[in-house]
């Protein structure tokens, strides 16, 4: 795993003068972009995601490496993103008297490769590889959370000893 030195990234927040993209922020831009196709793993196909301030990416939506660095010289980088996690880099914490070192999307990633139920699996046929219920990066309006909800209550037992999932049942009424 791979644990890059995260004290010379002050070039994310200098990255305009004089109306011009500032060299620091052009050269930092390709080595994240070089960095984060170093693991396939996290992407999907050619794309990553792209870490620009614009409300609809914030390492949310996958683009094509062009687009990154397009919404990255137009929107920076959100902020203080400067662990890339979501890339693929290291996060160390520190414990007692040892490091304990662990990737937080490859973990992730490893856990749902194999979707363990039918709406887990079209949810992921639909989202992508970005899927991940236990992951929350903002707190979901009333429909989200209602919908989480529903998720949640179809992974339960419909009466004390019925092996078949709620989910189940209710497909079998639909058809």
């Known amino acids: 795993m791979e644990n890059m030195n995260r004290t010379d990234r002050q070039w994310m927040n200098v990255r305009l003068r004089d109306g011009f993209l500032t060299d620091e922020f052009e050269a930092g831009t390709e080595e994240f972009v070089d ?20 409300r609809k990416c914030q390492n949310r939506s996958f683009q094509e490496l062009d687009i990154v660095r397009f919404h990255l010289a137009k929107n920076g980088f959100v902020r203080d993103y ?21 990737s937080v999307e490859s973990d992730v990633a490893i856990e749902y490769a194999q979707p363990n139920n039918a709406c887990q699996a079209m949810l992921m046929d639909v989202i992508g590889p970005s899927f991940n ?5 903002d707190i979901p309006n009333l429909a989200t959370q209602e919908l989480y909800e529903m998720l949640k209550a179809s992974e339960q037992e419909v009466w004390p000893g019925c092996n078949t999932p709620s989910r189940e049942i209710v497909q079998y009424m639909i058809l």
């Open 82 to 102: 400067y662990v890339w996690y979501k890339h693929g880099e290291t996060v160390v914490q520190q414990t007692s008297n040892q490091n304990v070192q662990r």
């Open 133 to 137: 219920p236990n992951v929350t990066e």
């Open 35 to 54: 960095f984060a196709q170093r693991h396939p793993e996290l992407m999907d196909g050619t794309k990553i995601r792209c870490p620009c301030n614009d």
